[in-house]
């Protein structure tokens, strides 16, 4: 009778525990129907505080502490708790504690029984280091940002806001090679963003003095994304740095002849002969795009800035006569002014076209300045200052 008795004493206190780990598992599941919803705030609060209480009893306990059950709920439910915290104080080792048991889970769930919920604690898991490296890169922590997103990166290797973040944080932090191999891996891919991707991988390789692979990635890119300025013009300025003068403006020159009515092969052809100098050549090149689209705005801004450079040299200029020289001041500023007055009407329809843009205001402010119109000046600065 005694021995009786005590095996079912045992096999009692087993089913406790059992239940224990079954009552965690089920105050997680609905802790998870509920947690997003702000309604239920106070209920999912209750769950998963629940669900810690019972996962901390069975996995104190002999005889389900190294169930593969049992370090997958206690993963998924410190991965929860990890989430939610706000104080880095209590959210860091409640990180570690889910990381920790999520890895014995995968080790012990050989038949992949658990592996849905072991992904939903990873999930958790990625979340809390994806918001904690974003703050940490805000706050220009760029070397623990670069080790929150590398732990994203390495849960969801092909994930392509995983590797871009990964990539952003490491050329932040300096470490330009393992930046380079992310961005590399990223332009493989249909990531949204890669012509930006493609901008910056040439600006990491340049950062590293390899001018070379620089004009490489951004002639790959600006193939690959013919339509992008940003691209376009990189590879025209990182041609011209490479001594690629003639090359450029054959090639643009060629594109156009074959293709005669398009406005960007102007505007790239703006671009170019501006960083040759050939000013000249450079508006024509902007007035033939902005014929072809009179509402092209990026034309217009860059036209606008051109005609503004030898009024503003002029100014300058007039503003070291001495003062004694009157007439030669007036002469002077009424060179400027002129100069001013032909950049005016293109520099107006610029804000026109973009009313919010920094560069487009700018623009106009200096055209005021350059007038000695301050009242313009000063209500188009407080334009600028709104933008912020």
Do not use: C, H, W
């Not at 045992?10 to 406790?16: N, Q, S």
């Not at 090639?251 to 398009?262: F, G, R, T, Y």
């Not at 001495?322 to 500023?333: C, G, I, L, P, S």
């Amino acid at each position: 009778m005694i021995t009786g008795v005590m095996g079912l004493v045992l096999t009692t206190a087993a089913f406790a525990q059992k239940g224990e780990l079954n009552n965690a598992q089920d105050e997680y599941g609905k802790y998870t129907v509920i947690r997003r919803e702000p309604a239920m705030a106070a209920q999912a609060t209750t769950n998963i505080n629940n669900a810690k209480a019972s996962i901390d009893k069975a996995a104190a306990n002999p005889k389900t502490a190294t169930l593969a059950q049992t370090y997958t709920i206690k993963g998924d439910v410190y991965a929860a708790l990890a989430l939610r915290e706000t104080d880095p104080a209590a959210s860091v080792p409640l990180f570690a504690t889910a990381e920790d048991a999520l890895k014995k889970a995968k080790e012990t769930d050989t038949k992949g029984e658990f592996k849905k919920l072991i992904d939903e604690g990873m999930l958790d898991l990625v979340q809390y280091k994806l918001n904690e490296g974003i703050k940490n890169y805000q706050t220009q922590k760029y070397n623990a940002a670069y080790d929150d997103f590398l732990f994203y990166r390495n849960v969801r290797p092909d994930d392509t806001s995983a590797i871009y973040y990964t990539g952003l944080a490491a050329a932040a932090a300096q470490k330009y090679d393992d930046a380079i191999e992310n961005y590399k891996k990223l332009v493989t891919t249909n990531y949204s963003r890669n012509p930006d991707v493609y901008a910056d991988l040439s600006l990491i390789y340049l950062q590293k003095k390899d001018t070379l692979s620089a004009l490489k990635i951004a002639t790959e890119g600006a193939d690959k994304y013919p339509g992008n300025n940003k691209l376009a013009k990189r590879e025209i300025e990182l041609n011209l740095q490479a001594g690629n003068k003639t090359k450029v403006l054959e090639k643009l020159e060629k594109a156009i002849a074959n293709d005669p009515k398009n406005k960007t092969l102007y505007y790239y052809g703006g671009l170019a002969y501006s960083k040759t100098k050939d000013m000249t050549k450079a508006e024509a090149m902007y007035r033939k795009a902005i014929e072809i689209d009179p509402s092209y705005f990026e034309a217009y801004l860059n036209l606008g800035a051109l005609l503004l450079q030898p009024g503003s040299q002029a100014y300058n200029a007039a503003q070291k006569i001495d003062v004694n020289k009157q007439k030669e001041y007036d002469a002077a500023m009424a060179k400027a002014s002129a100069y001013f007055e032909v950049a005016k009407p293109v520099v107006l329809k610029t804000v026109e076209l973009d009313p919010k843009s920094y560069d487009a205001l700018y623009n106009l402010k200096v055209y005021y300045i350059g007038t000695k119109n301050m009242a313009e000046a000063t209500a188009t600065q407080k334009r600028i200052d709104a933008l912020k």
